[in-house]
C-alpha cells in the first residue's frame, strides 16, 4: 500500500513539473508555418490572353454569350431593380438577377442556334440511349417483382392466420351451443321423468313415433324421424329398397311386441292365397285313393298290429 500511494503521488509531480516547463517556455517553442499569399501576375495575363485567343473560333465552338438581365415580368414592380443597385448580401435579389441573367442568356443563345440552323427541340421519334443497361434494368426489375410478390404471400398468410381464427373460434361457438343444447335436453328427460311419464311413452317418444305433450325446455327441440319430418311435406325420392326394408324392419322406435296378433289381424284373410291353397282334380283323385285303402284294411293296420303284440305277451 506504501509502494502505491508513493507512486501516485511521483506521478503527480511529474504533471506538475511539465506544466511549469510548458509556461515557462514562452513563444518560439513551438515552429508556426507562415502563409504566404501568392498574386502571380504574370501568369494570370498569360491565362487571359490564351482565353482571348478563342474570339478567332466560330461562336458554334464557343456558345458564348454577353447579355443583361432580361427585363423584370412586371414593370415598375418591387421586383423591377437596376442591377447596379443590387447589395451582394441580399440574398433575394442577388439571386433574381441570376435568373433574370440566365432567361437573357437562353433567350440569346436559342435565336444564333436558329440562326445558325442548329435544332433545339427533341424529335418526336427520339431514343436516348439509357444510362443504366438492360441488364442491369432487367435485375431492377426482377427485384421488384420479388419484392411484390413477397409482400402479396405475407399477406396472404396473414389473411389465412386471420380465417384460421375466426374458423376456430366459430368452432368453439358451436362446440358450446351443442353442449348447451345436449344439456337442456338432458335436462329435460330429467324433468319428465320426475313427472312420471312410462317408459314406453318415453322411449316411444325419443324414437319419434309419439310426442308427450310438450315438456319444458323441449318447445324447440325436433326429435322427430327425418322421414316423418319428410311425411310433413318436404318431397323426397323414392327409394325402393329403402322403403321395402323399412316396411319389413320399421324405422326406429320400438320393436318387440310389433308383430302380436289383434282382434283384426287375427279375422283378415287377406293374405290367403286361394289359387295356392284350392282344391285341384290331381289332389281328389289322391285323397280318394288313400281313402280306398283305408277301408280295405278295416279300419287301419293299428289295432292288428295291437293284438299281435298281445297275444305274444301270452
Known amino acids: 500500500i506504501t509502494m502505491d500511494l508513493s507512486d501516485a503521488s511521483g506521478a503527480s509531480d511529474s504533471d506538475e513539473d511539465l506544466r511549469e516547463a510548458v509556461a515557462l517556455a514562452g513563444p518560439g517553442l513551438f515552429v508556426q508555418n507562415e502563409r504566404s ?16 485567343q478563342a474570339d478567332s473560333l466560330p461562336w458554334i465552338e464557343r456558345l458564348d454569350v454577353l447579355c443583361e438581365p432580361a427585363p423584370a415580368a412586371v414593370p415598375g414592380s418591387e421586383l423591377d431593380f437596376d442591377p447596379k443597385t443590387v447589395d451582394a448580401r441580399d440574398d ?9 441573367l440566365a432567361q437573357s442568356a437562353a433567350a440569346d443563345g436559342l435565336s444564333r442556334l436558329k440562326a445558325e440552323g442548329v435544332p433545339t427541340k427533341r424529335p418526336d ?20 417483382v420479388a419484392k411484390q410478390q413477397d409482400l402479396q404471400a405475407r399477406e ?5 392466420r386471420q380465417q384460421r381464427k375466426f374458423a376456430k373460434q366459430a368452432q368453439v361457438e358451436a362446440q358450446l351451443k351443442k353442449q348447451a343444447e345436449k344439456k337442456q335436453f338432458t335436462e329435460a328427460i330429467k324433468k319428465i321423468k320426475k313427472k312420471g311419464v312410462g317408459a ?20 324447440d327441440t325436433p326429435i322427430m324421424h327425418k322421414q316423418q319430418q319428410q311425411k310433413g311435406g318436404n318431397a323426397r325420392r323414392s327409394n325402393k329398397k329403402r322403403d321395402y326394408k323399412n316396411q319389413k324392419f ?15 289381424s287375427a279375422r283378415s284373410f287377406s293374405g290367403f292365397n286361394t289359387a ?27 289295432g292288428k298290429n295291437k293284438n299281435k303284440s298281445r297275444g305274444r305277451k301270452r
Not at 125 to 142: F, I, N, P, Q, T
Not at 207 to 212: F, Q, T
Open 125 to 144: 421519334d427520339y431514343l436516348a440511349e439509357m444510362v443504366k443497361s438492360d441488364d442491369h434494368m432487367a435485375r431492377v426489375r426482377s427485384n421488384l
Open 156 to 160: 396472404k398468410a396473414k389473411e389465412l
Open 200 to 219: 314406453e311413452d318415453l322411449e316411444g317418444m325419443l324414437s319419434g313415433k309419439r310426442r308427450v305433450g310438450k315438456p319444458e325446455g323441449l318447445e
Open 276 to 302: 295356392k291353397h284350392g282344391a285341384t282334380a290331381k289332389k281328389a283323385a289322391k285323397f280318394k285313393v288313400q281313402n280306398q285303402k283305408k277301408s280295405k284294411g278295416g279300419g287301419g293296420g293299428f
Open 37 to 52: 499569399h501568392v498574386c502571380d501576375t504574370a501568369g494570370l495575363t498569360a491565362r487571359l490572353a490564351e482565353f482571348s
Open 92 to 100: 433575394f435579389k442577388r439571386e433574381l438577377l441570376f435568373y433574370r
Open 250 to 264: 320399421g324405422f326406429g322406435g320400438q320393436k318387440k311386441r310389433s308383430k302380436y296378433n289383434t282382434k283384426d
